[in-house]
């Protein structure tokens, strides 16, 4: 079987493009092959910052035939009564380009049709590569294309050259001016820029010799594996960071790790204050002894060979040094003052127009912090830590270090309270305040850094839907979502016991005390509507059926940790194999309920045996389920209510309860009310699908 090459070689493609424009390649190559009936074994694809290529192995030089029938008139319409083929017939065999012996009659729909039973021939695979290519290249999307030289074509970088073979053979097609050679380039500094392809199957080791590795899972475990012997020479470990080596496999095409010093007077520095130019600037890996404690050496990774090594380590170790000297630098004049003397200074910094400035944010989310921590009762000392810490949670915004590294906010607030001689709790929960920052991130461990987490991304999400910037469709510039999973998240990990809703209120009517007007009751519920859509979201991604979703959010519950439990419970009870009776007997309930004005029941107005029944198992199973229910076992208060399920049907069959005397409906209905009420603690039953 053969193999197919494609090529496209560019200008440095950013890193970050990469592994979306690997699989979006490997997808199309197959959709193409697959809707044109070429057989193949396996499509790969690769990349390195200057080029993209797609191989694929095993493929069929020849397109396969199609053998179909395609319809035609019905028999009645294509023959005349002596069986002879009518003009519409001979019309429609010429179209179809077959023979009249080449007609079948089959039935469809409860009458006769003809068929005319058509055998396409394949094609070679060059030609439908020639046609397909081309706007193959084209649909490869980025966040950033850009257009070059005059071109229509948009693509992440100006496409150079390109290679398409099959085999040894260049596979023709034209794209704005560009067509395919057999004719790559090397690395840009150590490689020819003239390397000719005789045949796929030399294709990698050619590059190779031209110091371009193009797997790139090659790549990654060369940096990996070498990065580790390096560390390891040392008598440490190197700190692992897959971000930074993804980034890394993309950037290089022939990585060399070398390994370089860090100056001991640097070591005095907090050790993020070290770890963050190194790893954010300047792509280096830290190594750290077997305590995790920072080590004086960082690993580089050079695009390129050996040699010259020392020279190219000297050179990154004095880019370092300029680094850390200005860390040095930064970090010892903002410890001129304590933390709390920066917080004026949030005055002058605009957090958004029209929400103000980071201290009257500051101001905001104190306020919201210790509003909820006398809703969760946390006591004297817990409240004291969170309105210190909440007070001082932005100061560090305007210090010299955050401002020159902005990836060490919280960071350096934590380490600024403990040199300004705050307590432990108050440093730590200025820096979990920011946390989760990102999906998977850790959650605050302390439960000051908790409530003010929550404060601080409520007092956003609230105040951007207050002015009108809610995400919306797959724009969300202020990651209000990810901000309100990290809310939701924070609250089932602590597992607080709090109403979301309530402080919500409260934050938007801190805003309006601040002088923001907008429409209250609007805002609120856009913005629970809003927590429930990612509650939903979330909940049934970690396997909650949508509907035991909607029937546990329907019954307005905002307590996160309880709706777990709710959810958890309702989602192995509807399982019960009696479920599509239980249903039919509460959604009847439900439904009817809706026309009650009245709960109030007149135990003297039951005058049938059915209804009094009703009534009296209602009665004796109504504390229990309310006990089931304080205790949070639902599963045995939705258990208790099933009893009513037979007293249900056997009232509903018996008992007429729009009748026309006023005073018995009304009665009736308070009846069916109650039972709807005591349901609707727990979940809305009607809103579960008998189908699952």
């Not at 700190?239 to 790790?257: A, F, G, H, R």
Request: aromatic residues 8%; negative net charge.
């Amino acid at each position: 079987m053969s193999k197919y090459l494609l090529e496209i070689g560019t200008e440095e493609i950013p890193y970050r493009f990469m592994e979306d424009a690997l699989n979006q390649m490997k997808n199309n190559m197959e959709k193409i092959l697959d809707e044109n009936r070429i057989s193949y074994e396996n499509v790969y694809t690769y990349g390195t910052p200057r080029r993209l290529v797609v191989l694929v192995e095993g493929i069929n030089r020849l397109q396969e035939d199609l053998a179909e029938m395609v319809k035609g008139p019905s028999k009645r319409i294509a023959y005349n009564d002596s069986m002879e083929p009518s003009k519409a017939l001979l019309g429609f065999a010429r179209g179809q380009g077959v023979d009249i012996e080449n007609i079948i009659i089959k039935e469809f729909n409860g009458e006769e049709y003809v068929y005319a039973n058509k055998e396409v021939k394949g094609i070679e695979t060059t030609k439908i590569l020639t046609k397909h290519i081309p706007d193959y290249i084209k649909n490869i999307h980025f966040p950033k294309p850009m257009r070059w030289g005059g071109k229509n074509i948009k693509f992440a970088r100006p496409i150079r050259w390109l290679i398409s073979l099959l085999d040894n053979e260049i596979v023709e097609f034209e794209l704005e001016g560009l067509v395919p050679s057999n004719k790559t380039r090397g690395h840009r500094f150590l490689g020819s820029d003239n390397i000719t392809i005789e045949n796929v199957e030399e294709y990698f080791t050619k590059l190779k010799e031209n110091f371009v590795i193009v797997d790139g899972e090659k790549r990654k475990e060369l940096i990996k594996t070498g990065c580790e012997k390096l560390a390891k020479e040392k008598g440490g470990n190197l700190l692992k960071d897959d971000e930074l080596l993804n980034q890394l496999t993309y950037i290089v095409e022939y990585p060399t790790p070398l390994i370089g010093r860090i100056k001991e007077e640097y070591l005095q520095l907090p050790k993020e204050a070290i770890i963050t130019p190194m790893k954010e600037h300047q792509r280096y890996f830290p190594v750290v002894d077997d305590n995790n404690k920072l080590m004086p050496y960082f690993i580089a990774v050079r695009n390129g060979n050996k040699e010259h090594l020392d020279t190219v380590t000297k050179g990154n170790e004095k880019v370092l040094d300029a680094r850390l000297e200005d860390a040095k630098f930064f970090y010892n004049e903002d410890l001129k003052g304590n933390l709390e003397s920066y917080v004026d200074n949030l005055k002058t910094i605009v957090y958004q127009e029209k929400l103000g400035t980071l201290y009257d944010k500051t101001k905001r989310v104190n306020e919201l912090s210790i509003e909820i921590a006398k809703g969760l009762e946390l006591g004297d000392e817990t409240e004291e830590n969170i309105d210190r810490a909440s007070n001082l949670a932005k100061a560090d915004l305007v210090t010299k270090m955050v401002n020159e590294f902005t990836e060490l906010q919280g960071i350096m607030g934590r380490e600024y309270a403990m040199k300004s001689g705050e307590n432990e709790i108050v440093s730590l929960a200025i820096y979990e305040h920011y946390l989760p920052r990102f999906a998977e991130d850790e959650l605050p461990t302390t439960t000051a850094g908790a409530v003010i987490s929550i404060a601080d991304k409520l007092d956003t999400i609230c105040g951007c839907f207050a002015i009108g910037i809610q995400p919306t469709g797959s724009q969300d510039p202020y990651g209000l979502r990810r901000q309100a999973l990290g809310i939701i998240n924070i609250i089932l990990n602590k597992n607080l016991d709090l109403s979301l809703n309530e402080y919500i209120e409260t934050s938007l009517r801190i805003y309006i005390e601040n002088e923001l007007y907008f429409d209250f009751d609007k805002i609120k519920t856009q913005i629970v509507e809003f927590f429930n859509g990612r509650m939903k979201n979330m909940f049934i991604d970690k396997g909650i059926r949508y509907d035991v979703v909607d029937a546990v959010q329907s019954t307005g519950n905002d307590n996160i940790t309880d709706l777990v439990i709710r959810l958890e419970e309702l989602n192995k009870w509807v399982e019960k194999e009696e479920l599509n009776e239980i249903l039919a007997a509460f959604n009847r309930v439900i439904k009817i309920a809706e026309k009650a004005e009245s709960d109030e029941i007149i135990r003297d107005l039951l005058q049938e045996e059915e209804e009094i029944q009703l009534y009296k198992v209602y009665r004796e199973i109504k504390d229990e389920v309310h006990d089931f229910i304080q205790v949070k076992e639902y599963d045995k208060a939705l258990d208790k209510v099933v009893y009513l399920r037979k007293p249900i049907d056997e009232f509903f069959d018996n008992v007429m309860v729009m009748v026309d005397d006023e005073e018995l409906k009304r009665n009736r209905l308070a009846l069916i009310k109650n039972i709807s009420n005591i349901m609707l603690q727990i979940c809305d039953l009607s809103k579960i699908s008998n189908k699952g």
